[in-house]
């Protein structure tokens, strides 16, 4: 199994990005998929789940800025980032859980991916 996490990087207070997480090895519509994030110094935390029926579940401090979605053909998730603040600079982890609940702590997650770092300058 393999979760690969790209299209993180530096962009201004503002600005939008849009991560993605292509898996393999595994059958991807059985699994709910989480972004998930990590500061210096901090817990990872749950950013944004999606269930197997694409219901979704966002933390409060990133909703109505940020959309999370998935493409099962292509076995990938998403992660639409708008209007970016410094206080979403993280490194960013893609998760993957066979409980089908959008909400589910990272306790529940079975697989990782690598990360990728989000920069956000004021």
């Known amino acids: 199994v393999q979760l690969q996490a790209s299209g993180g990087g530096l962009v201004q207070a503002g600005g939008s990005l849009r991560p993605s997480c292509v898996a393999s090895?595994?059958?991807?519509?059985?699994?709910?998929m989480g972004w998930f994030r990590q500061a210096p110094g901090k817990q990872r935390e749950l950013v944004a789940g999606?269930?197997?029926?694409?219901?979704?579940h966002y933390a409060d401090s990133v909703k109505g800025r940020f959309t999370i979605s998935r493409d099962n053909a292509k076995s990938t998730v998403y992660l639409q980032m708008n209007s970016l603040i410094p206080e979403d600079t993280a490194v960013y982890y893609c998760?993957?859980?066979?409980?089908?609940?959008?909400?589910?702590?990272?306790?529940?997650?079975?697989?990782w991916g690598q990360g990728t770092l989000v920069t956000v300058s004021s």
């Open positions: 090895g595994l059958t991807f519509s059985h699994y709910t």
């Open positions: 999606i269930d197997r029926e694409s219901m979704t």
């Open positions: 998760g993957g859980s066979l409980w089908n609940t959008a909400s589910q702590p990272r306790e529940r997650y079975d697989e």
